[in-house]
């Protein structure tokens, strides 16, 4: 399974940003999809998860009531709607899937939110 992230970038405080995983390779294994991030210095946090239907969604509490994941088995893809962004949201977003027992990461793609 392949990952690739897109859609980060700079954005000011309080702007939105939509970041797209696209997977590829052995898609019909996969099973949870999500995001982490990492900020400089810090570990690598749960932002959300969704399962493979997508009627199931978890999200950091950091998240919750701002970000918004969804899924598109059809084109093997996710998004994370992000909006009311803070300076403290600033980090690498990683695309997670867990296909069977194996955990597959995309590359990243910065998102910064200036104040």
């Known amino acids: 399974v392949q990952l690739v992230e897109s859609g980060g970038g700079l954005v000011q405080a309080g702007g939105s940003l939509r970041l797209s995983c696209a997977a590829s390779?052995?898609?019909?294994?996969?099973?949870?999809m999500g995001w982490f991030r990492q900020a400089p210095g810090k570990q690598r946090e749960l932002v959300a998860t969704?399962?493979?239907?997508?009627?199931?969604?978890n999200y950091a509490d950091s998240a919750k009531g701002r970000f918004t994941i969804s899924r598109d088995n059809a084109k093997n893809t996710i998004n994370l709607q992000m909006i009311s962004l803070k300076p403290e949201d600033t980090a690498v977003y990683y695309c997670?899937?867990?296909?069977?027992?194996?955990?597959?990461w995309g590359q990243g793609t910065q998102v910064t939110v200036s104040s």
């Open positions: 969704i399962s493979s239907g997508g009627g199931r969604t």
């Open positions: 997670y899937a867990k296909a069977g027992p194996y955990d597959y």
């Open positions: 390779g052995s898609t019909f294994s996969i099973n949870v």
